[in-house]
């Protein structure tokens, strides 16, 4: 950081980009006046980041991308070797690993999609970059847009709005089951000026769907900041998984913003991976269950090198019924960091919370951190916590390495079987890869 | 094959063994038995390497050669195996997968072939195919693990097994079981080295093949033929010990 950028170089900056988008995306004007508001929010906004200060913000933002990265990557040749390396030994196809570069937002991945979602089109299922959800369906956009976010609840929602791009529209029509997971590629956005995604999920009334997003593998991004926000949306009775698989290069700081609205009866299960060695990853996503309604929010993490994991996560039962579970298991090694603190409020009468969180600790500089809230308005709820924090068991690795298998390979027995329960409704193409993303971290490969 | 000398064994500075001697020929059939806290467990712990138990003195051999200090895997990969006294639960890793991987290393097995014989050897000891895929010993009974650990010494074929009270905690049928399959193994030429209290186990086997060894405060302080069994059953330890001079 050599020069300073002040709060009004940033505005001019953001201005800009505003002025960009709105005319790259041909966006209408309701959509431009949220961005401009979202600029005059940014300055007043509170920051409380725990790792990124006000004057980092401000350089990010200035200076989105980072240097040293290969400028034109048009081939899998261009990557940098040590990743090509790394894809070769995981073994991920060569459609795969176009994507990872960047290369198949609009190519290969793309066209099979299409073909694909346009049947499903026909019978209620909107699936749209973001983009395009806001120019053909306004009404729904501007009715689920940002209705879950104070704009200026922080400078990281201010920052966002402002510039958002790429990101997902989801829209599942009543009675509608989608019987196999989606997996959807065009999250990366080729030349993007800030790396902010906004994703919108709409599951009508006994609606089904299984969203995947994001990939196993190291994807190579160009910023240093990843700024993502999700908002969902459950009408009764009304049944949705979001998978979100994460490997991020070391250099990146994740900051998503999710949120959800779940209504009677509908359950949301919310799970999240995070294998890479990012630098660090901060969320508390907030849900709001009505009665009967349920949530899941699962975390799996994988904490290696510097990488610094603060996980929240508020769950509101606010309905009579409404149940939440907030489940996490991390293998933290190396230097990393990991802090979870769920919070559960139960606000109704009969409402269920429980809060879990294990962890194993592969190494001394390791640290975790764990703070459950409970708090209960109600006298009938039943709301309970429990934690596990240890090494792996010297009785454990014995059993195994006296069946033969060497030091390394139990401990990558142990740690997989350690994650294995939480991973129960990961497509298996996701969990071989997974696996073998633990087996290359455990073995110190990554 | 297997040649322990003058073993002294210490956990935590505390010395458990105190100079054993034991020497196992090729199919032997050989017994420990002796009150608790003698140094049974220890001594098979130590043999297979629990990086718990400190040797202090004396040394280890195996098929000639010195393996005092040799990690778990490579003493397993030699031939010897343990079966645990108590298997500890492997949380998260189904059996299925955990004994394709141990017959991947120790036998050089594809895993289909593998898959093959595991379903196969497992049915005679009671377990469905489905119960392979649950996790290793978790949720287990006292029988279940025994005959898990069974499994694995019948799947690996070790020139040694070590049992650890194989029959404790165990229900009769179960113990029938286990006991034939230890009789099985070791007409297929696996040495045995079995620690138990009760002589139950033996029950079905030529006494005049086996070795009954008797431990007391971590030595061996009598070795005999089987009838050595009865006597214990019938006469408890002080005899012999008396007769001893321990």
């Known amino acids: ?446 | 094959m297997l040649k322990v000398e003058n073993l002294h064994v210490s956990v935590e500075d505390r010395e458990i063994l105190k100079g054993v001697d034991l020497s196992i020929g090729a199919g032997e059939f050989h017994v420990i038995m002796g009150p608790n806290g003698s140094g049974k467990s220890t001594l098979a712990l130590t043999i297979a390497g629990h990086p718990k138990y400190t040797i202090t003195e004396g040394r280890i051999l195996f098929g000639g050669e010195e393996i005092t200090h040799l990690a778990p895997d490579e003493r397993a990969k030699r031939g010897v195996l343990l079966a645990f006294q108590v298997p500890p639960d492997v949380e998260g890793v189904k059996i299925i997968d955990f004994l394709q991987q141990v017959l991947i290393e120790l036998k050089g097995m594809g895993p289909v072939e593998a898959y093959d014989l595991i379903v196969k050897k497992a049915e005679d000891l009671w377990f469905k195919e489905e119960d392979l895929h649950r996790y290793v010993n978790v949720g287990f009974s006292g029988g279940e693990r025994k005959r898990l650990e069974l499994l694995q010494a019948i799947l690996v074929e070790p020139k040694l097994l070590i049992l650890d009270e194989p029959d404790s905690g165990v229900d009769v049928d179960s113990l029938s079981i286990i006991s034939r399959k230890i009789e099985e193994l070791n007409k297929r030429g696996t040495a045995i080295l079995l620690i138990t209290h009760y002589g139950r186990i033996l029950e079905h086997l030529d006494k005049d093949s086996l070795r009954v060894h008797v431990m007391k405060d971590g030595r061996i302080i009598k070795t005999g033929s089987g009838n050595l069994v009865e006597r214990i059953e019938r006469e408890g330890f002080s005899d012999i010990f008396e007769e001893v001079g321990a």
């Not at chain 1, 081939?75 to 991920?92: N, V, Y």
């Not at chain 1, 049947?119 to 501007?142: F, H, M, N, Q, S």
């Not at chain 1, 993490?301 to 610094?308: H, P, R, S, Y």
């Not at chain 1, 139990?410 to 409704?425: C, N, R, S, Y």
């Open chain 1, 1 to 446: 950081m050599t020069e300073t950028i002040t709060i009004s170089d940033a505005k001019a900056i953001i201005k800009n980009q505003i002025e960009e988008l709105a005319k790259r995306n041909k966006e209408p004007n309701w959509m431009t006046r949220i961005r401009y508001k979202a600029l005059e929010a940014f300055e007043k906004a509170p920051h409380n980041d725990p790792i990124i200060s006000e004057e980092e913000l401000l350089h990010f933002i200035a200076k989105p991308e980072i240097e040293g990265l290969p400028e034109n990557i048009e081939s899998l040749d261009d990557l940098p070797p040590e990743m090509k390396a790394l894809l070769d030994r995981l073994g991920i196809s060569e459609v795969e690993q176009k994507y990872i570069a960047g290369l198949a937002v609009q190519t290969d991945t793309g066209v099979i999609y299409n073909e694909f979602l346009k049947e499903w089109a026909k019978k209620g299922l909107i699936v749209l970059p973001t983009e395009e959800a806001v120019i053909r369906y306004p009404d729904l956009v501007k009715e689920h847009f940002l209705r879950l976010f104070h704009v200026d609840e922080s400078k990281l929602t201010a920052y966002h709005t402002a510039v958002w791009n790429g990101g997902i529209f989801l829209y599942v029509k009543e009675g509608l089951k989608v019987p196999f997971p989606l997996h959807l590629f065009f999250l990366i956005q080729e030349s993007a000026l800030a790396q902010a995604p906004h994703i919108i999920i709409i599951a009508e009334k006994n609606s089904e769907f299984h969203l995947i997003e994001g990939c196993t593998a190291p994807i190579l991004v160009k910023h240093s900041l990843h700024l993502d926000m999700t908002e969902a949306y459950f009408s009764e009775g009304s049944k949705g998984q979001l998978t979100v698989l994460q490997n991020w290069p070391e250099y990146v700081h994740t900051r998503p913003m999710t949120r959800a609205k779940i209504g009677n009866g509908a359950r949301f299960i919310n799970t999240t991976v995070g294998l890479g060695t990012g630098k660090s990853n901060v969320a508390n996503p907030k849900y709001w269950v009505e009665e009967d309604g349920y949530v899941e929010l699962n975390g799996i993490l994988l904490g290696q090198k510097d990488w610094f994991v603060d996980l929240g996560g508020e769950m509101y039962l606010q309905g009579k019924g409404a149940a939440g579970i907030n489940a996490s298991k991390a293998v933290i090694m190396d230097n990393s960091t990991v802090i979870t603190r769920g919070i559960i409020k139960a606000k109704a009468p009969k409402t269920k919370g429980h809060i879990s969180c294990d962890a194993l600790l592969l190494s001394d500089k390791a640290t975790m951190e764990t703070y459950p809230g409970l708090v209960s308005r109600v006298d009938d709820a039943e709301l309970s916590h429990e934690a596990a924090i240890g090494k792996i068991r010297e009785e454990e690795l014995f059993y195994l390495m006296s069946r033969g298998l060497d030091e390394e390979k139990a401990t990558q027995l142990i740690v997989k079987g350690f994650l294995e329960p939480m991973l129960k409704d990961i497509p298996m193409e996701f969990l071989v890869e997974i696996r073998k993303i633990i087996e290359l971290a455990v073995s110190g490969g990554m």
